[in-house]
């Protein structure tokens, strides 16, 4: 596979039932093998702050704490950050922010709420989703790399060790922002 050494990271937040968030980021290579993985404690936002931030907490939560602490923590350099919910695209990440999609599995008002980002079909029926228009090279290395390995997987075992590390233990308690 060309550029072996180029990585990709998965970023993803959890929201658990009581306003309870937690965080994690797992670079991989090309492969999916993880080469760094960070995560937050859970975190609960104060009633003062579900007051005075309102509809804006969760975004205020997602991006500027959790997604913003986590990205600044990385050692590695990613060539591509991969977001499962579109309120992460506005990470402060210094490489593109792309979400891949199913095209098959999109609904009309899932295609509206995309009218606003760029689409680029890839091949087995995936959609690589930015803000940005990506360059021509990052769109044929995603493909490369998602002909060799399920490019979407490394979500799951992403949400697996945040429910290991964070939510599975009831005895640890929320942190404040």
Known sequence: MAEINALIAYLMILKESEERYTG?????????IPVEFKYTEPLK?????????????EKFIWVDVIARKLIQ???????LLLIQDK?????PAKNPVCMIASAAGETKAEEQDYEDLFSDQLEGGY???SKMK????LVQWVQRVSREVDILEPFNR???A????????????????
């Open 158 to 160: 992403l949400k697996e």
């Open 24 to 32: 994690g980021i797992m670079v991989t290579d090309p492969y999916t």
């Open 162 to 177: 945040l429910q290991y590390v964070c939510l599975s233990e009831p005895e640890k308690q929320s942190k404040k922002l």
């Open 87 to 91: 309120i992460l695209f506005p990470v």
């Open 134 to 137: 990506p360059s021509p090279d």
């Open 127 to 129: 959609q690589l989703i």
């Open 73 to 79: 923590g990385l050692q590695e350099n990613p060539r």
């Open 45 to 57: 936002p104060t009633g003062l702050q579900k007051i005075l931030y309102g509809k804006s907490i």
